[in-house]
Nanobody, 115 residues
Framework: QVRLVESGGGLVQAGESLRVSCLASTTIFSIYAVAWYRQAPGKQREFVATITSSGRTDYADSVKGRFTISRDNARNRMYLQMNSLKPEDTAVYYC?????????WGQGTQVTVSS
C-alpha cells in the first residue's frame, strides 16, 4: 500500500503562482508513473499533467505553457508548479501514482484562484 499526501494548496489571486507537492510513502517511488488530476465543484475529475518513471511529461491543453510537473525520486516527491493561475483553475488537486497495475490516490489539496 502506498500513501500519497498532497500539500501546498491555498488561495491566490489570478495571475499569481502556486506550487503543490505530493509525498509518497514508498522507497521505490522512482518506478511509479505519477500524475496530477483536479476536480472543480460540480464537475468530474480531470487530468492535468503526468510524468513517467523515465521523466516523460504530458499536459492537458488547458494548462500547457502554464503548469510544470516534476519529480524528485530521492525525496519521494512530485510537484506541480502552477503559473499564471486563472479562476477556472480553482479545484481540489489530487496526485495519483501507478505501477505494476496498482493505482493510488492522495486525499487532495484545495487550490482557489480569485479574480
Amino acid at each position: 500500500q502506498v500513501r500519497l499526501v498532497e500539500s501546498g494548496g491555498g488561495l491566490v489571486q489570478a495571475g499569481e503562482s502556486l506550487r503543490v507537492s505530493c509525498l509518497a510513502s514508498t522507497t521505490i517511488f522512482s518506478i511509479y508513473a505519477v500524475a496530477w488530476y483536479r476536480q472543480a465543484p460540480g464537475k468530474q475529475r480531470e487530468f492535468v499533467a503526468t510524468i513517467t518513471s523515465s521523466g516523460r511529461t504530458d499536459y492537458a491543453d488547458s494548462v500547457k505553457g502554464r503548469f510544470t510537473i516534476s519529480r524528485d525520486n530521492a525525496r519521494n516527491r512530485m510537484y506541480l508548479q502552477m503559473n499564471s493561475l486563472k479562476p477556472e483553475d480553482t479545484a481540489v488537486y489530487y496526485c495519483k501514482a501507478t505501477a505494476n497495475g496498482r493505482i493510488y490516490w492522495g486525499q487532495g489539496t484545495q487550490v482557489t484562484v480569485s479574480s
